[in-house]
């Protein structure tokens, strides 16, 4: 593994309850791992969004926080490093990643039109279909093969996407790419894939806008993969990658390392000034927007911690390690590794469970009982019922997500999730699969409660 750029300043007793309590505690929040405590929770790997440990400079930049409401300096600070690092000159602060898909979606797209892009989030997803757009994946095929090795399996299908332009035609809204790629596995993006789709948007007149929650990890991969990029400092990558964007969606709470925070930027002043009175009306004004001052002030130094190459390498090189480790027990996990979770096959761990018993779920609750680890299913469970039939839909795949928070586990807590998962590999045939008690009506993974399934079928 990469050498640690950083030591600790200030730290967080966890701890590790005994098996029997893990297994009451489990029984008790249904078992729903999002109904579990956080005290109860040894190692946390349910997200990297807003769970980050912020450095001394950020804390720091806390204290110069302007809160005034109006022509904070909180906010050109903010605005700065944003031109700096991203080369965007118009910023919109929005409170979280979804605060700016919400007022962007809401201005630019209309009943009926159509967003493609490599993959989108699920609330991305949720706030084009909000707005009576229609999101389309143009996911490149190698994406969903297990035995592939593409190094970008983050890239959009050139194809697909042409096919989508031609066809719809006057009605698509824009195209996004997602940088990483979260929905399959923390997937880079190449920047020969970002030139292409550049090139076939302007052909067909559609803006490109990319969503860049984790474009420091996408602009990482791109040196190490991309071989014309080898010798780029990653601040010379990310702008180059940005060149190519009439703008950008930011969940801050993640490559910017905050707990929380966002922003649009944009390189068009007429779209700012379309956008500008809808972020007032949702957000908050345009020097704020749903953030503290201080928080603005944490952000403007965090972006230029993400894209320090010492800490990326250290970053992906802890996926990398989980995930070589993981595959040296024989657990089948996604590759080429992303950056910011390792992805457990669980569709293969666990063949015996059928997927309307969410096998990716089953092995989350598994590894919370053997060593009170939090991981999340993105799966069957996740992927809800058909609206028409109410059939439970089948995910592509089966996947426990086992996601690294930034600059807070060390080595250890990662031996020891290995060790844990070494247990569960052993005792893999044992493991149940989970049927409803309780179904929730939407976003069912978050509030459902389940029984174990009494034998594995
Ligand atoms: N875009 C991507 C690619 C994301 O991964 C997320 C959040 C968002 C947008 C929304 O941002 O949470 O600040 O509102 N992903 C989190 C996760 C929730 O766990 O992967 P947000």
Not at 32 to 39: A, C, I
Not at 293 to 301: C, I, K, P, Q, S
Not at 356 to 377: D, M, T
Request: charged share 25%; hydrophobic share 40%.
């Amino acid at each position: 593994m990469a050498f640690l750029p950083y030591k600790t300043k200030s730290i967080e007793k966890i701890r590790l309850l005994p098996k029997k309590e893990r297994m009451d505690r489990m029984r008790r929040a249904g078992y729903n791992l999002f109904f579990l405590n956080s005290g109860d929770v040894y190692i946390d790997f349910l997200t990297d969004s807003g769970t980050g440990a912020m450095s001394q400079d950020q804390w720091a930049a806390l204290m110069r926080g302007d809160e005034s409401y109006a022509g904070s300096a909180s906010f050109r600070h903010m605005q700065k490093a944003v031109r700096d690092i991203l080369g965007f000159p118009y910023v919109i602060p929005c409170h979280q990643g979804r605060g700016a898909e919400n007022v962007f979606n809401s201005s630019l797209v209309k009943n009926g039109m159509i967003v493609p892009g490599n993959a989108h989030f699920d609330t991305t997803r949720a706030h084009i279909e909000h707005n009576q757009g229609l999101p389309l994946d143009c996911t490149i095929a190698a994406a969903y093969d297990f035995r592939s090795r593409n190094p970008f399996k983050g890239n959009a299908d050139l194809k697909k996407l042409e096919r989508i332009l031609q066809k719809y035609s006057g009605r698509v809204a824009y195209i996004l790419l997602t940088v990483t790629c979260n929905q399959i596995g923390g997937q880079p993006v190449s920047l020969e894939n970002i030139k292409n789709v550049s090139r076939l948007a302007k052909r067909f007149r559609t803006p490109l806008f990319f969503d860049i929650a984790r474009f420091a990890e996408n602009a990482f991969f791109i040196k190490m993969r991309e071989k014309k990029y080898r010798k780029w400092p990653i601040a010379g990558i990310v702008r180059e990658m940005m060149r190519y964007a009439n703008g950008a969606l930011m969940s801050a709470k993640k490559d910017a390392i905050m707990n929380i925070g966002g922003f649009i930027a944009l390189r068009d002043k007429k779209l700012f000034q379309e956008l500008g009175p809808r972020a007032i009306l949702m957000e908050g004004f345009l020097n704020y927007g749903g953030m503290a001052g201080r928080d603005m002030e944490a952000l403007a130094v965090g972006l230029g911690e993400g894209i320090d190459e010492e800490y990326l390498n250290h970053r992906i090189g802890q996926v990398k390690y989980l995930g070589e480790e993981m595959a040296k027990i024989g657990i089948p996990v996604l590759q080429p590794f992303g950056g910011h979770a390792a992805y457990i096959d669980a569709g293969r761990m666990l063949p015996h469970i059928p997927y309307n018993q969410f096998p990716g779920h089953a092995l989350a609750v598994a590894a919370y009982i053997e060593g009170g680890i939090r991981g999340v299913e993105v799966g069957s469970l996740m992927e809800g019922r058909d609206p028409e039939t109410h059939q439970n839909k089948k995910a592509r795949q089966e996947l426990l997500r086992l996601a690294i928070p930034r600059r807070v586990y060390a080595k250890e807590h990662l031996d020891y999730v290995i060790g844990v998962f070494r247990e569960v590999w052993k005792k893999r045939k044992n493991i149940h699969g989970v049927r409803f008690i309780y179904e929730a009506p939407i976003l069912r993974h978050f509030s459902s409660r389940f029984s174990i399934e009494a034998k594995p079928r």
